[in-house]
């Protein structure tokens, strides 16, 4: 199975910041990847797709780049909303694979 | 706007069957060409993808749980399920459905306790 890594696991940030998380996989998956918010007690919430494409509905703040192995997501500028854990999917090949989360939390 | 709706028993002693339904409202199962999954989420383990299905009846599983798992899907009723027999505590989770692929549209999650 493809391995995501994400880093970091945590992060501190204040309101207004720009956040980036990493996600890096252990074999190329082209742009077969998406990025999800979750709140404590929802489910996921789908916020990138295609590793770089903006899911109807939500802020242009998040955005998604990389290709192959190495991709990020980033919070331009954090909102107090926007603090929960997120989390990088591969589908591009059987099983997919979650990301073991990054937390963000407020400074 | 379709909504996903988890179903099934809470609790399960190690050995028996797991049975969880998802109910899909506000548009047909049939309409357009998604596939619908089963994830789960445990402290331990965090997210996990269970498998999908597609309505005509394909399937594609995790090898890690390929031997205990059976999707189907009940057109008539707009459901899909999943069964996972041979339960352990280490198949206690939060268990959603999903639309997609990527999965964009979840259930709001169903926790299922494997206790003796």
Known sequence: AIQLT???SSLSASVGDRVT???RASQDIRNDLGWYQQKPGKAPKLLIFDASSLQSGVPSRFSGSGSGTDFTLTISTVQSEDFATYYCLQDNNYPWTFG???KVEIK | QVQLQESGPGL????QTLSLTCTVSGESINS???????IRQSAGKGLEWIGRIYTHGNTNYNPSLKSRVTMSVDTSKNQFSLKLTSVIAA????YFCARGSPPWFWGQGALVTVSS
């Open chain 1, 21 to 23: 998380i990493s996600c």
């Open chain 2, 12 to 15: 399960l002693k190690p050995s």
């Open chain 2, 32 to 38: 357009g060409h998604y596939s619908w999954s089963w």
């Open chain 1, 100 to 102: 073991q989360g990054t």
């Open chain 2, 91 to 94: 198949d206690t989770a939060v």
């Open chain 1, 6 to 8: 994400q880093s970091p």
